[in-house]
């Protein structure tokens, strides 16, 4: 995948990390993921349609979701429920949207957040590597997990998940 | 003041809700998506503020704010979204948005970007 892929969501980790969240963070150095098995049990999932197709992943430990879900909504969240899974939602919206606007092409689109909890697996689009970018916070790490290709006539495309425990579980 | 916020992010409307908090006799509605803004528009209406969020399910800001202009509805909107195209700003405007904020921001730069709307909205033509 090319670079030019990647460095927009270095800089857009940094901004909504910098703007909303004020936690302490260093970004790793990219990398190919060999599996696509999350590491961590909550995943934020945006699919991008148009010009550029292909998903992102936000995967995170459930102590970090409550950490950097108390620190979007501004209140302590103790419980992984709808106000943490909605401020994981918005967060992996804001880091696709943020890198989208330096992707070539005007057409490009996102969709709504996924969120899923538990053990589960993401079915990125075939072919595609999948590029990973780790995140070290105050509160522990999280991954970026970025499968996207250009397309020549634009369609639609995403990923799917499936999880084997329910959310909340 | 009447204000409506549009976005499917509960998280999101209840940042809005805090910045908005600050702003004398504020009166909120609250709904997720284009369809139950439009909805909202015709029950709770008239507003003097709207915020929209862009991407909802349902149905987008952007469409919500068409059809809110179709209506000859002249309430002050800013649209508050991750889309930062430039192309995606003129469409908003000439769709009749009067303003513009790129998520994330910060809570300053919402109140700013309503302070900003309703002085421009309350000076005579």
């Known amino acids: 995948m090319d670079v030019k892929y990647i460095n927009p969501f270095l800089e857009s980790i940094r901004n ?36 550029i197709t292909g998903c992102v992943v936000l995967n995170l430990s459930e102590e970090l979701a409550l950490h950097l879900a108390s620190a979007l909504i501004g209140d302590e969240v103790t419980e992984l429920n709808e106000d943490c899974t909605d401020a994981i939602g918005e967060i992996a919206n804001m880091i696709a949207g943020g890198a989208k606007k330096d992707f070539p092409g005007e057409d490009n689109s996102i969709s709504v957040p996924s969120i ?3 053990k589960h697996h993401v079915s990125y689009p075939r ?9 070290d916070t105050s509160a522990g790490r999280l ?3 970025v499968a996207l290709q250009e397309n020549p006539v634009p369609n639609t495309a995403g990923a799917a998940a499936e999880n084997s425990t329910e959310s909340g579980g | 003041m009447k204000i409506l916020l549009v976005d499917d992010s509960r998280t999101m409307r209840n940042i ?31 507003f003097d503020l709207m915020l929209l969020d862009w991407n909802m399910p349902n149905m ?28 995606r700003v003129i469409e908003a405007i000439k ?9 994330p921001f910060t809570p300053d730069a919402l109140h700013d970007k309503i302070e900003e709307t309703l002085k421009k909205a309350a000076a005579p033509a």
């Open chain 1, 16 to 51: 909504v990390f910098d703007t909303m969240l004020q936690v302490a963070f260093i970004i790793g150095k990219p990398s190919l993921k060999e599996e696509p098995v999350p590491r961590y049990e909550v995943s934020g999932i945006i699919g991008l349609s148009g010009h």
């Open chain 1, 116 to 118: 899923i909890i538990g």
């Open chain 1, 127 to 135: 072919g595609l590597p999948v590029i990973s970018i780790p995140c």
């Open chain 1, 143 to 145: 991954a970026v997990e």
């Open chain 2, 16 to 46: 809005w809700k805090k910045v908005l908090g600050k702003i004398d006799g504020a009166e909120i509605t609250e709904a997720e998506d284009g369809a139950q803004g439009l909805a909202a528009v015709g029950e709770h209406g008239p």
């Open chain 2, 60 to 87: 987008d800001g952007l469409t919500m704010l068409k059809k809110v202009r179709e209506k000859n509805i002249t309430t002050p909107v800013i649209m508050v979204t991750t889309e930062a195209e430039k192309p």
């Open chain 2, 95 to 103: 769709a009749g948005a009067n303003n513009y904020l790129v998520k």
